[in-house]
């Protein structure tokens, strides 16, 4: 069975910085697009990231600059390195796997299977 499981989320200061991380496993992930997505309280569920490789990256203006998609293969995992946190990055965060892609797309509906999310909160 496929899984996605999401964790390094928590509490942390505005400023501060987290890193998420979404471990795969069931089947290898080395070459799908994986993505990150978040949706914080009474707001639609938003792109946040996503890669294929190194060089095919992508991020939402909002945290261009600030955070950054990185995936390990060896470990099957993919991870989300949020740094300069804002009390707007409140959210809980999901990670995503889009296995019949090539390209990572922003589009959630292209996305076939998602974890369960980890609460981020940035306190002001």
Do not use: H
Not at 51 to 63: K, L, Q
Not at 67 to 95: G, H
Not at 104 to 110: A, L, N, R
Request: charged fraction near 20%; proline fraction near 3%; hydrophobic fraction near 35%.
């Amino acid at each position: 069975q496929v899984q996605l499981v999401e964790s390094g989320g928590g509490l942390v200061e505005a400023g501060g910085s987290l890193r998420l991380s979404c471990a795969a496993s069931g089947r290898t992930f080395s070459s799908y697009p994986m993505g990150w997505f978040r949706q914080a309280p009474g707001k639609e569920r938003e792109f946040v990231a996503a890669m294929r490789s190194a060089d095919t990256t992508y991020y939402a203006d909002s945290v261009k600059g600030r955070f950054t998609i990185s995936r390990d293969i060896a470990k099957n995992t993919v991870y989300l390195q949020m740094n300069s946190l804002k009390p707007e990055d409140t959210a809980l965060y999901f990670c995503a796997a889009d296995s019949l892609g090539i390209v990572p797309t922003t589009v959630e509906t292209f996305y076939n299977y998602w974890g369960q999310g980890t609460q981020v909160t940035v306190s002001s």
